[in-house]
């Protein structure tokens, strides 16, 4: 359970970057089930806070996951998609929006490893590279945040950046955070843990 002045900071800290609100007001108004905004541009909005940068430095895209398991078509989330590049026409961003209950359909081909499907959004959100990626917001019918933290939020605002070896292989994780530290050299980046490397073998 995360305190609620923790969560407080976190939003007064997100509402810095109005470019974030405004993606979390915009996908409120699709009714898509499930659905968080997730992943860099929230955690590095506060990196971006905290070293008092810009606070839209360095955030490549806006990540929107949504579940749908009653449809797994490439076509039915190709219309979310679509749907989506008229909404957030005119943003200085770019938002991608994926339907999670699709992901494993895709994952092995492009990263090598297979990936058992996700139950809901959460489970996916669970599965990032670095348990630091792990933070969904939400914006609900009644205007207060909905917030997905399931490794607390003592890492993202004290720039740690820590493995969470459960679903991505180990490249994934160490070209994301080399990146991250070419962008945010504060960053504390911990290694992959050697152990789950020697089982998943040569």
């Known amino acids: 359970m995360i305190p609620d002045e923790e969560l407080d900071l976190l939003r007064t800290v997100l509402s810095r970057n109005t470019v974030l609100t405004e993606v979390l007001a915009r996908t409120a108004t699709m009714g898509l089930p499930g659905w968080y905004l997730t992943a860099g541009c929230l955690f590095q909005t506060v990196w971006n806070v905290v070293t008092r940068r810009p606070p839209t430095h360095g955030i490549k895209d806006y990540d929107v996951f949504y579940f749908d398991a009653g449809d797994l078509s490439w076509e039915a989330e190709d219309a979310v998609i679509r749907a989506g590049r008229e909404l957030f026409a005119g943003l200085p961003a770019e938002v991608e929006i994926r339907n999670e209950a699709r992901v494993h359909l895709w994952y092995e081909q492009k990263f090598g490893v297979p990936c058992a499907p996700h139950t ?20 609900e019918a009644d205007g207060r945040w909905r917030v997905y933290a399931p490794h607390g939020l003592s890492d993202v605002f004290d720039l740690v950046v820590r493995p969470n070896p459960v679903l991505a292989p180990r490249f994934v ?3 994301k955070a080399a990146r991250w530290r070419e962008l945010w050299p504060e960053l504390t980046v911990l290694p992959w843990p050697e152990t789950t490397s020697s089982m998943e073998g040569p």
């Open 173 to 175: 994780y160490e070209t």
């Open 120 to 139: 809901s959004t959460e489970a996916a959100i669970d599965r990032f590279a670095a348990t630091t990626c792990c933070l969904g917001v939400r914006l």
